[in-house]
Every structure is written in structure tokens, then in C-alpha cells.
């Protein structure tokens, strides 16, 4: 009856609040207003189109409740003949300020606590650190010792202080820091389509126009960090196994990555369960709480134990930009066994290797062909079984970790039999075995695949190729965009999908060994400034807390977003600001102190 008066304009405050209204979805009408008129109540009318949301503010009288909403539409779909295009869909009728007035939680107060607890605890163990600076008389307890672990200072000296020595290796500090900034920017901008967007027609062209590739091709940078991964986990851990003559502590190896990894993974992961849920407000910030999903809810344990690429099995996972840290503690876990069998016989760590390779292909091809997956992000990466099914898993992902394995093998290989620019990162000691005369014949092989480097045309062959092959991967699918999704046959987009990631790591590594040998010298010296260090040692608390950044961001605004570049490049750069702030934060607090303890007690004598 409310409603109909207020279609009738009968109902008090109807003209405001039709005013306070939007007129079509994703317009969000005017939260603030409609919340202070006595007779009114907002409520964010949300549905789904292809997999994001369209949301429309409606101010309502406050007597109605979301069964009258439904039963409403009802009747207008019905009514407008809109049953067909409604199809499959649901309405959803959200009440914005009921969610964002509702008292914090346990877990919220919890997690308030937890802050407070650990500002303390910085704050004590720097007051007690400097103090025994300033007196070195003064002898501090096993408590307040404990404490000084947790001193910003000291703390901070780590994360700024600079390279020492100049080091080929130092190129990974510039690699990660363009990927990251580059992997940033990518979701800054597919990640508003989980918002209201005013212009959505202009903003799914992006996604197919061939100058907005640029963005998409950020999902390829997470192949070079697993690849990068890879080749320093096989080139420092050869010369570990050499030097203890194979004596490893595989326990203490797996821990440690643990340890790496669980402080700021964790700590994030519980803000974002806990406490974000109370840091925004407006018409938009309940859908915070629905892009969780059943993932936060029930399945968020499988983050805790890197299982999130896995469980849920049918829906998206909690954080789900985190399915790059599950693959990646997965490829670590593995690694050890290709890591042994190479000491062991290096025929047989490259048979795993190509085994490895074999059963990353076989999988893609199965699994794409099977149900029709095509490799545009529009209808490719955008479809939820897709990203599901094929893109996060670890046997479909596993391919430039394992050539990074390889690369890393071979120049291992080279540092050992010739004169290593690399000292800083050598772990050789004492008592290793001597090198004598006698080449193994894949020692040779190894050493031929990096010869090459030395002939001046054969390296700008190898740039020139490795460019093409990189553009070529992140462009082709253009072709699908122009022309549609049968200008490729499905045994064509299955093998793309196949080889893409593959393909564009071979694209990068033909540029990355020619700079390890010293080469590509303009590049190398910039991706080798001292200065990016800092920042590359927070790549992975950027990772972890940039989306957040940006869930916040577009969950909180009162109004649509109308999609622009400049639009998106400025809120790049809050973001980016935002994300390092806190990733250097969280390294300071938490991280930091932790590795700390951990080098003193678990592994000392290791």
C-alpha cells in the first residue's frame, strides 16, 4: 500500500523521495538525503549482468520490507513483459543503513585489540631498543629483549637499507617492482566493475578495445613471478645441497616459506574477515559483504593452509586475488623433489621438468576443449568456471615455475664453472665438492644453452624475438574481440590456452639471460637501481593489501563511477601510495619481527 501511494504521490515526502531516487541502474540517487526524511528508507536494489554488478538506489517508505519490494517487481516484470531479459537473474533488496549501523562484532572488537596489542608492542620494543642504544650499560631483561625484535627502528633500517655491492641478480629487485605497479593498475581497473558504474556499455568495450590490452596483459606478470620464483629457489638451493653434500632439512625448508609468507598473509586476511567490514559506509558498501560470498563465510580456513585455488570447489574464494599465493606455496612444496632428483642426476631433474611441462599442457588442452573456454577476458578470463576451472589451478599454472626451475639449473651450472658475479647470493661453504676437469654431458648441454648470449646477433635475435612473442600473446585475442568468438576455431582457442603462459615466459626469459650474463646493458641498469630495493622487498604485502585498497575505494563511493583514464590512472596512483604505505607498514610490525625470531630460533644451526 506504501508504495502505491507513493507512486500516486499520496505517500508524505513522495516528490523527495522520487527525487532522492535513481532513474535507471547504477544510479544510486542520493543515500545521505533520503536517510534524513522521517517517512523514508534507502534500499539498493542489486542483480548480476555477466558476472558484475548492476545496482540501482531507490528511496523507499520506510515501512516496506524487502518481501514487498519483491512482490512489486514481481508484478512490473511481469507486467512490462521483462520476464525473458530478467531470466536466471534475482533482485536483491539491500538495506544500506541497517548494514552499515549494525554494532560491530566479536571478531571486530577482536581484531581492534589485536591492533592495539601490536602498537604496544612496536611501541615498547622501540622505546627499550633505543634505550640500550643510548646506554650500553643498561641490561635489559628476557622480556624487554624479546621486545626490542619489534623495534620500528631497527626494523626500518632493514627495509630501507640499500645493496652493498653491485649484483646482476638486482635485476629482480626492478622486475618486481614494474610487475607489481603493473599488476596494481590492472585490477584498479577491472576491479570497478564490481561497483556501480555509470557508463558500463563504454566500460565492457575496454575490455575488448585493443588500446586497453595494456591493462589485461597484467595477468601475465604473475607467470614472471612465478618464473622469478623458480629460478632463485633452484639456484639457491643447488648450491646449498652442494655445499651440505645433500644433507638438507626439508622440514625447515618448508617451514620457513610458511613463516615467509603466514604473518602478513594472515594478518590481512583476518582485517579483511573481521574489521573492513566497519571501516566504510554508503549505499554501495553492503555489497563489500556479498562480494565475500560463501568463500569468506565457510571456506575462509582454506586460505589459511594455501588450499583457496581448491576449496570452494564451485565458487570464488576468500581474497580471491590470493590464488597466486596458494599456486605459488603449492610450486614450493613440490619443487623439493625436481630439486633432489637434479642433485642426484640432472637427466633426471629435467625428465621431471619435461613431465612437469607435459602434464601442464595435457591439462590446459583437456579442460579448455571439454567446456569451450576461449582466451579474451570478456568472455574467457570474466567467466567464472573459466577462472575456476582453469586459470588458478596449479597443474594448469605450473609452466613458467618450472622453466624458472630450469633456467635457475643452468645458471647454476655457469656460476659453477665460471667465475660467479654473483658472490652475494653464493651459499657454497666449506667442504663442498671441488670442481675437477670432468664435464657431465648435460652439464655441457647446460652450458651451450647460455653460450648463445656471447654472439652479439644472436641476443638481439633473442630481444626481438622475446618482445614478439610477449606482444603477441597479450594482443592475439584481439582478433576474438574484432571479429567474434568463431573467428577462432575451439581446438585454436584451446591450444593458445595452452601455450599463452608458456609462451610468454620463454618471451621473457630469451631477455632475462642475456641480462643475467651481463648483457642488455641500458635495461639492466635500470631494473638494477639501488633504490628499488626498498620497494621490492614489499612486492608480496603489496600484493596482498593493494585489492583491498581498492574494495574499499569502490564499495564507499556515494555515486557511480563514470569510467575514464584519467579517471582510472589517478586512482592508480592513491592506490599504489595507499598500498605501499601499508605493505611497508605491515613489514615493519609484523613480518620483520617475525622472520627475525625465526632466523634466532628455528633456524639456527641450519
Not at 152 to 170: R, V, W
Not at 196 to 220: C, E, R
Amino acid at each position: 500500500e506504501a508504495l502505491n501511494n507513493l507512486a500516486s504521490l499520496e505517500y508524505p515526502d513522495a516528490k523527495l523521495m522520487l527525487y532522492y531516487s535513481g532513474r535507471d541502474f547504477d544510479q544510486l540517487g542520493q543515500y545521505d538525503e533520503c536517510n534524513r526524511l522521517s517517512s523514508s528508507k534507502y534500499v539498493l536494489i542489486q542483480t548480476t549482468f555477466r558476472e558484475t554488478n548492476a545496482v540501482l538506489g531507490f528511496c523507499g517508505p520506510k515501512e516496506c520490507s524487502s518481501h514487498d519490494y519483491k512482490e512489486a517487481s514481481q508484478y512490473l516484470i511481469s507486467e512490462f513483459g521483462l520476464s525473458e531479459v530478467m531470466e536466471g537473474k534475482e533482485l536483491n533488496f539491500i538495506f544500506s543503513k541497517e548494514y552499515n549501523d549494525e554494532p560491530m562484532s566479536a571478531g571486530g572488537v577482536f581484531m581492534v585489540i589485536l591492533w592495539v596489542l601490536i602498537l604496544l608492542v612496536v611501541g615498547l620494543g622501540t622505546f627499550f631498543d633505543q634505550m640500550v642504544k643510548k646506554n650500553s650499560e643498561i641490561k635489559l631483561g628476557p622480556v624487554s629483549s624479546f621486545l626490542t625484535v619489534f623495534s620500528l627502528i631497527e626494523n626500518g633500517k632493514k627495509l630501507f637499507s640499500l645493496p652493498e655491492s653491485y649484483d646482476n641478480l638486482q635485476l629482480f629487485n626492478g622486475v618486481r617492482v614494474v610487475g607489481i605497479f603493473w599488476i596494481v593498475y590492472g585490477h584498479c581497473y577491472t576491479y570497478q566493475f564490481l561497483g556501480a558504474i555509470s557508463n558500463p556499455f563504454t566500460a565492457v568495450d575496454w575490455l575488448s578495445d585493443l588500446k586497453h590490452k595494456f591493462p589485461s596483459m597484467g595477468q601475465y606478470l604473475v607467470d614472471v613471478f612465478f618464473l622469478m620464483a623458480g629460478f632463485l629457489l633452484a639456484y639457491l638451493t643447488i648450491a646449498q645441497l652442494r655445499a651440505k653434500r645433500g644433507r638438507m632439512n626439508w622440514f625447515v625448508f618448508i617451514i620457513h616459506r610458511f613463516i615467509r609468507m603466514i604473518p602478513i598473509y594472515w594478518f590481512a586476511l583476518f582485517n579483511f574477515l573481521l574489521l573492513l567490514r566497519y571501516i566504510g559506509s554508503g549505499p554501495q558498501w553492503p555489497l563489500y559483504g556479498d562480494a565475500n560470498g560463501v568463500g569468506c563465510q565457510t571456506y575462509w580456513w582454506s586460505n589459511m593452509i594455501f588450499l583457496n585455488n581448491f576449496f570452494p570447489a564451485h565458487e570464488f574464494s576468500c581474497m580471491g586475488w590470493t590464488w597466486y599465493i596458494a599456486n605459488d606455496v603449492q610450486f614450493y612444496c613440490m619443487a623439493p623433489i625436481v630439486l633432489i632428483l637434479y642433485y642426484r642426476n640432472k637427466l633426471w631433474g629435467y625428465l621431471a621438468c619435461f613431465t612437469l611441462f607435459a602434464v601442464n599442457f595435457i591439462s590446459i588442452g583437456t579442460i579448455s576443449s571439454v567446456n569451450d573456454f576461449t582466451p579474451t577476458i570478456l568472455d574467457g578470463l570474466s567467466n567464472k568456471d573459466q577462472f575456476l576451472y582453469l586459470y588458478i589451478k596449479p597443474y594448469t599454472r605450473m609452466a613458467p615455475y618450472i622453466m624458472g626451475l630450469m633456467i635457475g639449473f643452468m645458471y647454476r651450472s655457469y656460476c659453477d664453472m665460471n667465475p660467479s658475479p654473483n658472490k652475494e647470493y653464493e651459499q657454497l661453504e666449506e667442504g663442498a665438492p671441488k670442481t675437477n676437469n670432468y664435464v657431465h654431458p648435460i652439464t655441457r648441454l647446460e652450458l651451450l644453452c647460455t653460450k648463445w648470449v656471447f654472439n652479439r646477433w644472436l641476443r638481439y635475435l633473442a630481444y626481438i624475438t622475446g618482445l614478439t612473442l610477449m606482444f603477441t600473446i597479450g594482443l592475439l585475442p584481439y582478433q576474438l574481440d574484432k571479429h567474434g568468438q568463431d573467428y577462432w576455431t575451439q581446438s585454436q582457442k584451446s591450444a593458445f590456452l595452452t601455450f599463452e603462459h608458456f609462451a610468454f615466459s620463454l618471451g621473457f626469459s630469451l631477455i632475462l639471460i642475456p641480462m643475467l650474463l651481463g648483457y642488455c646493458r641500458g635495461l639492466l641498469y635500470v631494473l638494477t637501481i639501488r633504490y628499488l630495493a626498498p620497494i621490492a622487498k614489499i612486492t608480496f604485502s603489496i600484493y596482498v593489501v593493494h585489492p583491498i585498497v581498492i574494495y574499499w575505494y569502490v564499495f564507499s563511493k556515494d555515486q557511480a563511477l563514470y569510467l575514464q583514464e584519467l579517471d582510472i590512472f589517478m586512482h592508480f596512483l592513491a592506490t599504489s601510495l595507499i598500498s605501499v604505505f601499508l605493505g611497508g607498514l605491515l613489514s615493519l610490525m609484523v613480518e620483520s619481527p617475525i622472520l627475525t625470531l625465526e632466523k634466532k630460533y628455528l633456524r639456527k644451526g641450519h
